[in-house]
Structure formats: C-alpha cells, structure tokens
C-alpha cells in the first residue's frame, strides 16, 4: 500500500485480535464498573480479578489507584482533566482488550457524557457497563478513605454525592448493590454476565 494513504503501516503488519484471543481462549471485554466512590466497585472488580486468574483467564484491572499515580499522575479533578482522566484509561482498556484480555475499570466515571465518551472509544460490543448502584448512605456509612467527611467539612470540591452529582447509568448490563450482598455472589453474577456474553469459552470459533 502507498505510504501516502496509510501513514501507519505497521498496522498492516501486526498479529490480528483474533490471533490474541485464539492464543488466550479467550474474549477481550472491558468490564466498567461505575458508582459512587464507596459502593464496592474496587473491591468486587479486586475479587473477580481473583477468581478470574484462579481460572487461568488473563485479566488486567485498572483503577483510581494505579491510574493516578502512573499514567495520569498529572491530571487534577476540573472538569477538563477528568474528561482526560477517563478519556486515557479508555484507550488504554482498549489496547487491553484487543490484545484478548479481560479488562477491569473501576471509576466513578459520574456522568453518561463521560461513560459514552470510554463506550465509543472501547467499542459498544466489547464495552461491558456495571452499576454498583449501592446507596449513598451505605457509601457514606463506610467512607473508606475518610473522603466523605471531608466534602461535608468542604475540604474537597465537586466531590460526587456530595457536592456534584451521579447520573445512574441507563441500560447498564448488570446492576450491584454491594450494601447486603457478598463480594462472592456480586462476582457470581459479574462472571455469569461473562459466561453469558461468551468471554469465557475457550471454544470460541474465529
């Protein structure tokens, strides 16, 4: 192909996802998880990335913690650098995804501009929404890191459920609400999603 209509070629050259997913026995998936911060979303993404590798399936797992402080160390909380914020972890869940593994995001993510915005660039059919829908007080009950006190002191601005708002997703592929039920069956039902979707089959036909 002519250099002048594809300025990329080592696209041409390089192992299709096909390639990838036959090797792993596996679907790329990015599974989403959103809520308010609190509601679980770390720690059942945590616990199925467990059980997901005592399966002997590959999975990545992507969250404010390692985001933050690697790729995105240098963006803050305006509106701007939170669009950044979920715009990079989107392209790097896509790099993920392609390549066949099962890919885990944990965000806040709070509004459908910004999860539409992670949607488009993973890809609709490969873009798995999960609403930790556990309730603010439930949330506030715990607040693990103390962040919650905080907003209501003031001392953190914009702070979602607090002093900015949460857009529950629409048609979200799986609703959680971690206040009663445990980790286990949370995870139960996040794999039976992925069972159901065909992620786990290794006899996927290409």
Not at 3 to 32: C, H, S, T, Y
Not at 139 to 150: H, I, M, Q, S, T
Request: proline share 3%.
């Amino acid at each position: 192909m002519n250099n002048d209509n594809n300025i990329f070629p080592i696209f041409d050259r390089m192992l299709a996802r096909a390639d990838k997913e036959r090797l792993l026995g596996q679907r790329g998936v990015m599974l989403w998880f959103t809520g308010l911060s609190g509601s679980g979303k770390s720690t059942v993404a945590v616990a199925l990335e467990r059980e997901l590798h005592r399966r002997g399936r590959l999975c990545r797992l992507l969250d404010g913690d390692n985001i933050r402080t690697g790729i995105n160390a240098g963006l803050g909380f305006s509106a701007d650098d939170r669009r950044e914020n979920i715009r990079r972890i989107a392209e790097v869940g896509k790099l993920f995804v392609d390549t066949g593994i099962i890919t885990l995001a944990a965000f806040v993510s709070p509004t459908e501009e910004l999860r539409t915005l992670a949607r488009d660039i993973i890809g609709a059919a490969d873009f798995k929404e999960i609403f930790v829908a556990t309730p603010l007080e439930e949330c506030e009950r715990r607040d693990v890191k103390g962040l919650y006190a905080r907003a209501r002191r003031g001392e953190v601005k914009n702070f979602t459920g607090i002093s900015a708002p949460f857009e529950a997703p629409q048609n979200p592929a799986l609703v959680l609400d971690t206040t009663d039920t445990p980790v286990e069956e949370s995870v139960g039902k996040v794999l039976a999603l992925l069972e159901e979707a065909g992620v786990l089959t290794a006899t996927t036909q290409y």
